[in-house]
């Protein structure tokens, strides 16, 4: 059996030793390389760091500019019923799209076709409403909407439902189809 000595061996990582740990990001770059040339060069670097520095804000920039435009997009009108229901902090939109779920800055968006099933689910007491969104890998999606009135619950049901019956597809339709042709 061959045993290695030295430090050749990688640095554990994960939560358990780094509790900064994130899994997907990459650490920070050294601030300046091991092969870097003398300060000789010094006003060349600068100008080439301010230079990244403007690329880097520009491309900051940028994805607001396409936020703007997503929401733009939301808000164009679709054929077809559409339900929203929102409140202070969170959002549900259900259209010929798909959902799109978001809860203060986090936000997520499922197609028809990756949408297992959509459950509601109104309390016994108190005013916040649960939508939960699951997806055919049994992952799901909860998210609470705080209404006004308790009255409004039949309303945003109602709504739901109508865009459900329009544009989700369960798959119920196949088998009754089936069960018809074998009875012929």
């Known amino acids: 059996m061959e045993q290695r000595i030295g430090a050749n061996s990688k640095p554990l990582e994960g939560a358990g030793f780094d509790p900064a740990f994130i899994p997907g990001l990459t650490s920070p770059a050294s601030a300046e390389p091991e092969d ?13 760091k301010a230079a990244e520095v403007e690329e880097a804000e520009a491309k900051a920039v940028e994805p607001e500019a396409e936020d703007a435009a997503d929401d733009a997009e939301e808000a164009e009108p679709s054929e077809g019923p559409a339900f929203e229901a929102a409140d202070r902090r969170a959002r549900i939109v259900a259209d010929a799209t798909g959902v799109r779920l978001a809860l203060d800055e986090e936000k997520c968006e499922f197609r028809w076709e990756e949408i297992g099933a959509v459950e509601t689910e109104a309390p016994r007491f108190g005013k916040r409403f649960t939508i939960t969104v699951h997806t055919p890998d049994r992952r799901w999606y909860p998210i609470e909407i705080e209404a006004t009135s308790r009255a409004r619950f039949k309303e945003w049901e109602e709504q739901l ?16 189809d089936d069960t018809d042709t074998d009875a012929e």
């Open 36 to 48: 870097a040339a003398p300060e000789a060069a010094a006003p060349e670097a600068a100008e080439a």
């Open 161 to 176: 439902d109508a865009v459900l019956d329009a544009y989700f597809d369960d798959g119920a339709d196949t088998s009754e």
